[in-house]
Protein backbone atom coordinates (compact mmCIF):
# COMPACT_ATOMS: atom_id res chain seq x y z
CA UNK A 1 0.00 0.00 0.00
CA UNK A 2 1.34 3.57 -1.00
CA UNK A 3 0.46 6.76 0.23
CA UNK A 4 -0.90 9.18 -2.64
CA UNK A 5 1.58 12.25 -3.81
CA UNK A 6 0.42 15.81 -3.68
CA UNK A 7 2.19 19.24 -4.64
CA UNK A 8 4.38 18.20 -7.39
CA UNK A 9 7.21 20.63 -8.28
CA UNK A 10 7.18 20.68 -12.34
CA UNK A 11 10.54 21.35 -13.89
CA UNK A 12 11.35 21.27 -17.76
CA UNK A 13 14.52 19.90 -19.18
CA UNK A 14 14.76 19.77 -23.14
CA UNK A 15 17.94 19.13 -25.14
CA UNK A 16 17.36 21.50 -28.85
CA UNK A 17 18.43 20.08 -31.66
CA UNK A 18 22.09 20.35 -32.61
CA UNK A 19 21.39 22.33 -35.69
CA UNK A 20 19.61 24.82 -33.75
CA UNK A 21 21.86 25.30 -31.04
CA UNK A 22 24.55 25.49 -33.24
CA UNK A 23 23.04 28.26 -34.66
CA UNK A 24 22.15 30.30 -31.49
CA UNK A 25 25.69 29.34 -30.26
CA UNK A 26 27.09 31.31 -33.61
CA UNK A 27 24.91 34.17 -33.04
CA UNK A 28 25.63 34.65 -29.32
CA UNK A 29 29.32 34.38 -29.93
CA UNK A 30 29.29 37.31 -32.52
CA UNK A 31 27.18 39.33 -30.50
CA UNK A 32 29.78 38.85 -27.51
CA UNK A 33 32.06 40.84 -29.87
CA UNK A 34 29.83 43.85 -30.14
CA UNK A 35 29.95 47.17 -28.67
CA UNK A 36 26.10 46.83 -27.74
CA UNK A 37 27.97 43.25 -25.59
CA UNK A 38 30.75 45.52 -24.16
CA UNK A 39 28.97 47.92 -23.01
CA UNK A 40 25.79 45.62 -21.41
CA UNK A 41 27.96 42.51 -20.26
CA UNK A 42 29.10 43.87 -16.97
CA UNK A 43 30.13 41.89 -13.88
CA UNK A 44 27.44 42.14 -11.36
CA UNK A 45 28.41 44.00 -8.16
CA UNK A 46 27.28 41.08 -5.68
CA UNK A 47 27.79 38.13 -7.79
CA UNK A 48 30.78 36.73 -9.52
CA UNK A 49 28.39 36.60 -12.50
CA UNK A 50 29.09 38.96 -15.83
CA UNK A 51 25.96 39.85 -16.88
CA UNK A 52 23.80 41.83 -19.25
CA UNK A 53 20.56 41.97 -16.57
CA UNK A 54 21.51 45.80 -15.12
CA UNK A 55 21.15 46.72 -18.28
CA UNK A 56 17.33 46.17 -18.19
CA UNK A 57 16.58 47.94 -21.59
CA UNK A 58 18.97 45.63 -23.25
CA UNK A 59 17.73 42.09 -24.81
CA UNK A 60 20.24 39.29 -25.65
CA UNK A 61 17.47 37.59 -27.63
CA UNK A 62 16.92 41.06 -30.07
CA UNK A 63 20.89 42.07 -29.84
CA UNK A 64 21.83 38.99 -30.88
CA UNK A 65 19.05 38.07 -32.92
CA UNK A 66 17.61 35.23 -31.50
CA UNK A 67 14.01 34.50 -33.19
CA UNK A 68 14.58 30.71 -33.07
CA UNK A 69 15.58 31.02 -29.05
CA UNK A 70 12.49 33.06 -28.71
CA UNK A 71 10.05 30.80 -30.52
CA UNK A 72 11.23 27.79 -29.09
CA UNK A 73 10.70 28.89 -25.78
CA UNK A 74 7.36 30.84 -26.17
CA UNK A 75 6.45 27.21 -27.74
CA UNK A 76 7.68 25.14 -24.44
CA UNK A 77 6.29 27.74 -21.68
CA UNK A 78 3.10 27.10 -23.83
CA UNK A 79 3.31 23.53 -23.72
CA UNK A 80 4.84 24.05 -19.92
CA UNK A 81 1.48 25.77 -18.92
CA UNK A 82 -1.41 24.06 -21.18
CA UNK A 83 0.09 20.40 -21.08
CA UNK A 84 1.68 20.12 -17.98
CA UNK A 85 -0.10 22.59 -15.69
CA UNK A 86 -3.20 21.91 -17.34
CA UNK A 87 -4.06 25.78 -17.44
CA UNK A 88 -6.15 27.48 -20.07
CA UNK A 89 -4.16 28.40 -23.11
CA UNK A 90 -3.31 31.84 -23.04
CA UNK A 91 -0.27 34.44 -25.41
CA UNK A 92 2.68 34.14 -23.44
CA UNK A 93 5.62 36.61 -24.34
CA UNK A 94 9.34 37.49 -22.94
CA UNK A 95 9.35 39.85 -20.60
CA UNK A 96 12.86 39.90 -19.91
CA UNK A 97 15.69 38.12 -21.01
CA UNK A 98 19.68 38.36 -20.04
CA UNK A 99 22.97 36.75 -20.73
CA UNK A 100 25.22 35.29 -17.58
CA UNK A 101 28.71 34.84 -18.55
CA UNK A 102 30.28 32.24 -15.50
CA UNK A 103 34.32 32.47 -15.63
CA UNK A 104 36.21 29.82 -13.80
CA UNK A 105 35.22 30.41 -9.92
CA UNK A 106 32.07 31.90 -10.59
CA UNK A 107 28.75 30.51 -9.15
CA UNK A 108 25.67 32.24 -7.89
CA UNK A 109 23.34 31.90 -5.14
CA UNK A 110 20.22 31.04 -4.08
CA UNK A 111 17.37 33.59 -5.73
CA UNK A 112 13.90 32.97 -7.44
CA UNK A 113 12.62 35.12 -10.53
CA UNK A 114 9.42 36.20 -8.34
CA UNK A 115 7.38 38.42 -10.48
CA UNK A 116 7.52 36.48 -13.69
CA UNK A 117 5.15 33.80 -14.36
CA UNK A 118 7.81 30.67 -15.73
CA UNK A 119 11.35 31.72 -16.01
CA UNK A 120 14.47 29.28 -17.86
CA UNK A 121 17.93 29.25 -18.49
CA UNK A 122 19.50 28.22 -21.63
CA UNK A 123 23.06 27.09 -22.24
CA UNK A 124 25.00 28.17 -24.44
CA UNK A 125 28.10 27.16 -23.51
CA UNK A 126 28.50 24.76 -20.39
CA UNK A 127 32.11 23.00 -20.41
CA UNK A 128 32.42 19.79 -18.02
CA UNK A 129 32.29 20.38 -14.46
CA UNK A 130 30.81 23.94 -15.00
CA UNK A 131 28.88 23.57 -12.20
CA UNK A 132 24.80 22.53 -12.23
CA UNK A 133 21.93 24.51 -11.16
CA UNK A 134 20.65 23.52 -8.35
CA UNK A 135 16.62 23.70 -7.06
CA UNK A 136 16.84 22.85 -2.73
CA UNK A 137 13.11 21.68 -1.73
CA UNK A 138 10.87 24.41 -1.85
CA UNK A 139 9.06 22.86 0.84
CA UNK A 140 11.46 24.66 3.53
CA UNK A 141 8.91 23.14 6.83
CA UNK A 142 10.01 19.58 5.12
CA UNK A 143 13.65 20.33 4.38
CA UNK A 144 14.27 20.72 7.86
CA UNK A 145 12.45 17.97 9.01
CA UNK A 146 14.55 16.19 6.82
CA UNK A 147 17.69 17.17 8.59
CA UNK A 148 16.12 17.06 12.33
CA UNK A 149 15.08 13.54 11.54
CA UNK A 150 17.89 12.35 9.41
CA UNK A 151 15.10 11.03 6.87
CA UNK A 152 17.33 12.79 3.72
CA UNK A 153 17.87 10.21 0.92
CA UNK A 154 17.88 9.53 -2.76
CA UNK A 155 14.59 9.38 -3.51
CA UNK A 156 12.65 12.25 -5.06
CA UNK A 157 10.41 12.11 -2.07
CA UNK A 158 13.05 12.18 0.42
CA UNK A 159 15.89 14.74 -1.83
CA UNK A 160 16.55 17.91 0.09
CA UNK A 161 17.53 19.36 -3.49
CA UNK A 162 17.88 18.56 -6.90
CA UNK A 163 20.78 19.20 -9.01
CA UNK A 164 20.06 19.67 -12.85
CA UNK A 165 23.71 19.15 -15.36
CA UNK A 166 23.76 21.27 -17.47
CA UNK A 167 24.90 20.78 -21.28
CA UNK A 168 25.30 22.99 -24.56
CA UNK A 169 22.07 23.62 -25.74
CA UNK A 170 19.93 22.66 -22.53
CA UNK A 171 16.93 24.69 -21.76
CA UNK A 172 15.70 24.34 -18.48
CA UNK A 173 12.16 25.99 -17.36
CA UNK A 174 10.31 26.23 -14.36
CA UNK A 175 7.91 28.42 -12.37
CA UNK A 176 9.49 31.59 -11.77
CA UNK A 177 8.65 31.01 -7.76
CA UNK A 178 11.10 28.26 -7.38
CA UNK A 179 14.05 29.33 -5.68
CA UNK A 180 17.60 28.04 -7.64
CA UNK A 181 21.22 28.61 -6.98
CA UNK A 182 24.23 28.06 -9.61
CA UNK A 183 27.35 25.72 -8.53
CA UNK A 184 30.88 27.06 -8.85
CA UNK A 185 32.21 26.44 -12.25
CA UNK A 186 35.42 24.32 -12.02
CA UNK A 187 36.22 24.03 -15.07
CA UNK A 188 38.72 26.16 -16.79
CA UNK A 189 36.66 27.37 -19.42
CA UNK A 190 33.63 29.88 -19.44
CA UNK A 191 29.51 28.90 -18.65
CA UNK A 192 27.98 31.19 -21.00
CA UNK A 193 23.57 31.07 -20.53
CA UNK A 194 20.42 33.28 -21.14
CA UNK A 195 17.77 33.83 -18.76
CA UNK A 196 14.72 34.11 -19.90
CA UNK A 197 11.68 35.17 -17.89
CA UNK A 198 7.73 35.30 -19.52
CA UNK A 199 4.62 36.55 -18.42
CA UNK A 200 1.25 36.55 -20.05
CA UNK A 201 0.70 38.76 -23.01
CA UNK A 202 -1.84 41.41 -22.64
CA UNK A 203 -4.71 40.36 -25.25
CA UNK A 204 -4.75 43.43 -27.32
CA UNK A 205 -1.20 43.40 -28.00
CA UNK A 206 -1.09 41.08 -30.73
CA UNK A 207 -3.18 43.25 -32.56
CA UNK A 208 -2.99 46.90 -31.95
CA UNK A 209 0.36 49.17 -32.63
CA UNK A 210 2.06 49.62 -29.37
CA UNK A 211 2.21 53.50 -28.81
CA UNK A 212 5.70 54.07 -28.20
CA UNK A 213 4.70 57.73 -26.40
CA UNK A 214 3.15 55.36 -23.19
CA UNK A 215 5.27 52.33 -23.11
CA UNK A 216 4.21 52.22 -19.13
CA UNK A 217 0.42 52.04 -20.12
CA UNK A 218 0.87 48.68 -22.26
CA UNK A 219 2.90 47.20 -19.88
CA UNK A 220 0.80 47.70 -17.19
CA UNK A 221 -1.71 45.84 -18.26
CA UNK A 222 -2.14 42.78 -15.82
CA UNK A 223 -5.60 41.95 -16.12
CA UNK A 224 -6.32 40.80 -19.86
CA UNK A 225 -9.37 42.58 -21.51
CA UNK A 226 -12.26 40.94 -20.47
CA UNK A 227 -15.12 40.33 -23.80
CA UNK A 228 -17.01 43.25 -23.95
CA UNK A 229 -20.92 42.01 -22.63
CA UNK A 230 -23.12 41.49 -25.71
CA UNK A 231 -20.54 40.87 -28.69
CA UNK A 232 -20.21 37.16 -28.80
CA UNK A 233 -17.28 37.28 -31.25
CA UNK A 234 -15.16 38.63 -29.05
CA UNK A 235 -14.98 35.48 -26.84
CA UNK A 236 -13.50 32.17 -27.41
CA UNK A 237 -15.81 29.03 -27.78
CA UNK A 238 -18.81 31.62 -28.30
CA UNK A 239 -21.10 31.56 -31.93
CA UNK A 240 -20.31 34.15 -34.61
CA UNK A 241 -22.29 34.88 -37.49
CA UNK A 242 -19.72 34.64 -40.28
CA UNK A 243 -20.10 38.09 -42.08
CA UNK A 244 -20.21 39.99 -38.98
CA UNK A 245 -17.08 38.60 -37.61
CA UNK A 246 -15.47 38.78 -41.12
CA UNK A 247 -17.46 41.95 -41.55
CA UNK A 248 -15.26 43.79 -44.88
CA UNK A 249 -14.09 47.43 -45.16
CA UNK A 250 -16.13 49.46 -47.94
CA UNK A 251 -13.43 50.95 -49.32
CA UNK A 252 -11.49 47.99 -51.29
CA UNK A 253 -9.16 47.93 -53.80
CA UNK A 254 -7.96 45.57 -56.42
CA UNK A 255 -4.87 45.46 -57.38
CA UNK A 256 -3.31 43.15 -60.38
CA UNK A 257 0.22 42.25 -58.93
CA UNK A 258 1.82 39.99 -61.67
CA UNK A 259 4.88 37.97 -60.46
CA UNK A 260 7.82 38.64 -62.86
CA UNK A 261 4.52 39.67 -65.50
CA UNK A 262 4.02 35.17 -65.87
CA UNK A 263 1.77 35.15 -62.60
CA UNK A 264 -1.03 36.59 -62.84
CA UNK A 265 -2.03 37.56 -59.01
CA UNK A 266 -4.41 39.39 -57.34
CA UNK A 267 -4.41 41.00 -54.06
CA UNK A 268 -6.78 42.83 -51.94
CA UNK A 269 -5.30 44.79 -49.36
CA UNK A 270 -6.96 45.73 -45.75
CA UNK A 271 -9.77 43.70 -46.46
CA UNK A 272 -11.00 43.17 -42.93
CA UNK A 273 -12.99 45.65 -40.62
CA UNK A 274 -11.78 43.78 -37.70
CA UNK A 275 -8.63 41.54 -38.14
CA UNK A 276 -7.75 41.47 -34.34
CA UNK A 277 -10.77 40.10 -33.37
CA UNK A 278 -10.95 37.27 -36.21
CA UNK A 279 -7.23 36.36 -35.21
CA UNK A 280 -8.48 36.20 -31.72
CA UNK A 281 -11.31 33.93 -32.29
CA UNK A 282 -9.84 31.75 -35.10
CA UNK A 283 -6.75 31.37 -32.76
CA UNK A 284 -8.67 30.11 -30.04
CA UNK A 285 -10.87 27.65 -31.78
CA UNK A 286 -9.44 24.13 -31.77
CA UNK A 287 -7.78 22.42 -35.07
CA UNK A 288 -8.15 18.95 -35.96
CA UNK A 289 -5.31 17.32 -37.99
CA UNK A 290 -5.61 17.24 -41.89
CA UNK A 291 -3.74 15.20 -44.14
CA UNK A 292 -2.67 12.79 -41.02
CA UNK A 293 -1.25 10.06 -43.00
CA UNK A 294 0.42 6.54 -41.91
CA UNK A 295 3.92 7.16 -41.57
CA UNK A 296 3.74 10.75 -42.64
CA UNK A 297 5.17 13.97 -40.54
CA UNK A 298 2.39 15.74 -39.84
CA UNK A 299 2.06 15.52 -35.59
CA UNK A 300 5.78 14.43 -35.68
CA UNK A 301 8.01 17.55 -37.12
CA UNK A 302 4.72 20.27 -37.35
CA UNK A 303 0.86 20.45 -37.04
CA UNK A 304 -1.05 20.74 -40.24
CA UNK A 305 -4.35 21.35 -39.18
CA UNK A 306 -8.06 22.77 -40.42
CA UNK A 307 -10.78 24.37 -39.51
CA UNK A 308 -13.95 24.27 -41.68
CA UNK A 309 -16.18 26.72 -41.61
CA UNK A 310 -19.70 26.32 -43.53
CA UNK A 311 -21.12 29.19 -45.42
CA UNK A 312 -24.03 30.56 -45.74
CA UNK A 313 -24.91 33.08 -48.56
CA UNK A 314 -24.60 35.52 -49.26
CA UNK A 315 -21.57 35.34 -48.20
CA UNK A 316 -19.71 38.83 -48.10
CA UNK A 317 -16.24 37.39 -48.49
CA UNK A 318 -17.22 34.79 -51.45
CA UNK A 319 -19.00 37.88 -53.20
CA UNK A 320 -15.71 39.58 -52.95
CA UNK A 321 -13.64 37.56 -54.34
CA UNK A 322 -16.42 36.29 -56.78
CA UNK A 323 -16.37 39.98 -58.09
CA UNK A 324 -12.63 40.75 -58.53
CA UNK A 325 -12.14 37.17 -60.31
CA UNK A 326 -15.04 38.88 -62.64
CA UNK A 327 -13.44 41.77 -63.31
CA UNK A 328 -9.60 41.14 -63.70
CA UNK A 329 -9.95 37.34 -65.11
CA UNK A 330 -13.27 38.02 -67.05
CA UNK A 331 -14.57 34.78 -65.36
CA UNK A 332 -18.30 33.74 -63.82
CA UNK A 333 -17.42 31.64 -60.78
CA UNK A 334 -19.29 30.47 -57.74
CA UNK A 335 -17.20 28.51 -54.26
CA UNK A 336 -16.70 25.30 -55.52
CA UNK A 337 -17.82 24.03 -51.99
CA UNK A 338 -20.25 25.10 -49.11
CA UNK A 339 -17.56 25.83 -46.49
CA UNK A 340 -14.17 27.71 -46.22
CA UNK A 341 -11.48 26.15 -44.56
CA UNK A 342 -8.68 27.62 -42.00
CA UNK A 343 -5.25 26.02 -42.24
CA UNK A 344 -3.64 26.14 -39.05
CA UNK A 345 -0.02 25.13 -39.47
CA UNK A 346 2.29 25.11 -36.51
CA UNK A 347 5.89 23.49 -36.31
CA UNK A 348 7.21 21.30 -33.70
CA UNK A 349 11.02 20.42 -34.96
CA UNK A 350 13.19 22.11 -37.14
CA UNK A 351 12.10 23.60 -40.63
CA UNK A 352 13.57 22.05 -43.56
CA UNK A 353 12.86 24.00 -46.74
CA UNK A 354 11.95 27.73 -47.51
CA UNK A 355 8.70 26.84 -48.60
CA UNK A 356 6.11 23.69 -48.11
CA UNK A 357 5.52 21.19 -51.08
CA UNK A 358 5.20 22.80 -54.55
CA UNK A 359 1.48 21.58 -55.85
CA UNK A 360 -1.29 23.35 -58.03
CA UNK A 361 -4.61 23.39 -56.92
CA UNK A 362 -6.34 21.77 -59.78
CA UNK A 363 -9.38 19.63 -59.97
CA UNK A 364 -10.70 17.77 -62.70
CA UNK A 365 -14.23 18.50 -63.97
CA UNK A 366 -13.75 22.50 -64.12
CA UNK A 367 -13.52 24.50 -66.51
CA UNK A 368 -11.58 27.27 -64.39
CA UNK A 369 -10.45 26.93 -60.88
CA UNK A 370 -9.61 30.48 -58.68
CA UNK A 371 -7.32 29.77 -55.23
CA UNK A 372 -8.54 32.64 -52.73
CA UNK A 373 -6.42 32.84 -49.24
CA UNK A 374 -7.03 35.29 -46.72
CA UNK A 375 -3.94 36.18 -44.23
CA UNK A 376 -5.18 35.68 -40.55
CA UNK A 377 -2.42 36.16 -37.92
CA UNK A 378 -1.38 39.13 -36.45
CA UNK A 379 1.16 41.79 -37.91
CA UNK A 380 4.02 41.05 -35.57
CA UNK A 381 3.26 37.44 -36.42
CA UNK A 382 3.62 37.47 -40.18
CA UNK A 383 7.04 35.84 -41.88
CA UNK A 384 6.51 34.74 -45.67
CA UNK A 385 3.71 34.11 -47.19
CA UNK A 386 2.58 32.08 -50.63
CA UNK A 387 5.39 31.65 -53.49
CA UNK A 388 4.88 30.31 -56.77
CA UNK A 389 7.25 27.97 -58.87
CA UNK A 390 8.44 26.60 -62.34
CA UNK A 391 8.92 23.18 -62.63
CA UNK A 392 11.92 22.77 -63.74
CA UNK A 393 11.30 19.40 -65.94
CA UNK A 394 9.11 20.79 -68.17
CA UNK A 395 9.59 24.44 -67.71
CA UNK A 396 6.33 25.13 -67.20
CA UNK A 397 4.57 27.39 -64.10
CA UNK A 398 1.05 25.62 -64.52
CA UNK A 399 -0.26 21.78 -63.79
CA UNK A 400 0.76 20.02 -67.25
CA UNK A 401 1.45 16.69 -68.80
CA UNK A 402 5.07 16.59 -68.28
CA UNK A 403 4.53 17.52 -64.19
CA UNK A 404 1.68 14.71 -64.23
CA UNK A 405 3.92 12.20 -66.06
CA UNK A 406 7.06 12.93 -63.19
CA UNK A 407 4.56 12.28 -60.36
CA UNK A 408 3.85 8.97 -61.66
CA UNK A 409 7.55 7.67 -62.11
CA UNK A 410 8.71 9.85 -58.67
CA UNK A 411 5.29 10.15 -56.02
CA UNK A 412 7.91 12.33 -53.94
CA UNK A 413 7.82 15.17 -56.06
CA UNK A 414 3.93 15.35 -55.89
CA UNK A 415 1.77 16.78 -52.63
CA UNK A 416 1.19 13.41 -51.19
CA UNK A 417 0.58 14.25 -47.78
CA UNK A 418 3.13 12.62 -45.93
CA UNK A 419 5.33 15.59 -45.03
CA UNK A 420 5.10 18.88 -45.13
CA UNK A 421 8.38 19.75 -46.53
CA UNK A 422 9.47 18.97 -49.76
CA UNK A 423 12.07 16.05 -50.59
CA UNK A 424 12.92 17.39 -53.56
CA UNK A 425 13.70 21.18 -54.03
CA UNK A 426 16.60 22.61 -55.99
CA UNK A 427 16.62 20.06 -59.34
CA UNK A 428 12.45 20.52 -59.56
CA UNK A 429 11.32 23.69 -58.34
CA UNK A 430 12.70 27.22 -59.59
CA UNK A 431 10.90 29.73 -57.18
CA UNK A 432 9.88 32.52 -59.31
CA UNK A 433 8.39 34.76 -56.52
CA UNK A 434 6.45 35.15 -53.66
CA UNK A 435 3.27 37.09 -52.52
CA UNK A 436 3.99 38.43 -48.69
CA UNK A 437 1.66 37.61 -45.54
CA UNK A 438 -0.42 40.63 -44.44
CA UNK A 439 -3.21 40.86 -41.96
CA UNK A 440 -6.56 41.05 -43.83
CA UNK A 441 -5.05 40.88 -47.80
CA UNK A 442 -6.84 38.02 -50.09
CA UNK A 443 -4.60 37.04 -52.85
CA UNK A 444 -6.17 35.28 -55.20
CA UNK A 445 -4.52 33.77 -58.36
CA UNK A 446 -5.83 30.74 -61.25
CA UNK A 447 -5.02 27.22 -59.38
CA UNK A 448 -3.66 26.00 -62.41
CA UNK A 449 -0.68 27.74 -61.15
CA UNK A 450 2.11 25.81 -58.45
CA UNK A 451 2.58 27.47 -55.55
CA UNK A 452 3.38 26.60 -51.43
CA UNK A 453 3.16 28.47 -48.48
CA UNK A 454 6.45 30.10 -47.80
CA UNK A 455 8.49 30.20 -44.83
CA UNK A 456 11.75 31.83 -45.49
CA UNK A 457 12.35 31.91 -41.50
CA UNK A 458 12.19 29.92 -38.64
CA UNK A 459 9.05 30.83 -36.98
CA UNK A 460 5.37 29.30 -36.46
CA UNK A 461 6.74 27.62 -33.37
CA UNK A 462 4.62 29.61 -30.68
CA UNK A 463 2.00 30.50 -32.37
CA UNK A 464 -0.03 28.60 -35.75
CA UNK A 465 0.45 30.08 -39.30
CA UNK A 466 -3.31 31.05 -39.84
CA UNK A 467 -4.42 30.86 -43.60
CA UNK A 468 -8.71 30.96 -45.15
CA UNK A 469 -8.52 29.29 -47.89
CA UNK A 470 -11.45 28.49 -50.41
CA UNK A 471 -11.91 28.16 -54.25
CA UNK A 472 -14.10 29.90 -56.52
CA UNK A 473 -14.68 27.65 -59.64
CA UNK A 474 -16.56 28.00 -63.28
FE1 LIG B 1 18.03 32.47 -11.88
FE1 LIG C 1 -2.66 25.04 -52.62
Request: aromatic share 12%.
Given at each position: MSADLYFAVPLLVRDVQPAIHEAIHAKVSAYLNTDAARRDVVPSPEESVTTSYYHPEASVLEDAELDELEALVIGMAKSFLEDTLKLAPRRLEIERAWINIFEPGAQEAQHTHDGSLLSCSYYVEAPENCGCIVFPDPIGARR?????????????????????AVQPGRLVMFESWLPHAVQCNKSDKP????????????????????STEEPEAVSAVSNPAQPAVGDPARSAGKP????????????IGIDLQPI??????????????????????IGSTPATNWKHEQGGRNF????????????RHPNSLVSVAQQAINKVYGVNTRPSDASVDVNWFMQIDARRADFAVPHSDITEHVRRSFTCILYLNAPDE????????????????????????????????????????????????????????VPGRLLIFPSEYFHAAHHPVDSFYAFPRLTLAFWMIN
Open positions: SYRQFTQTAGPDLLTRSDIAVRISIAINLRAAPESVAATPVFLFNELFELRSDKEQIPTVVLDNLLKHPDRVREVIDYYDCRLRFPICSGGTAFFRFRPSNSLTFDEGYARAVKDDSRIGETGLDYWPETTGDVWELVGTVDM
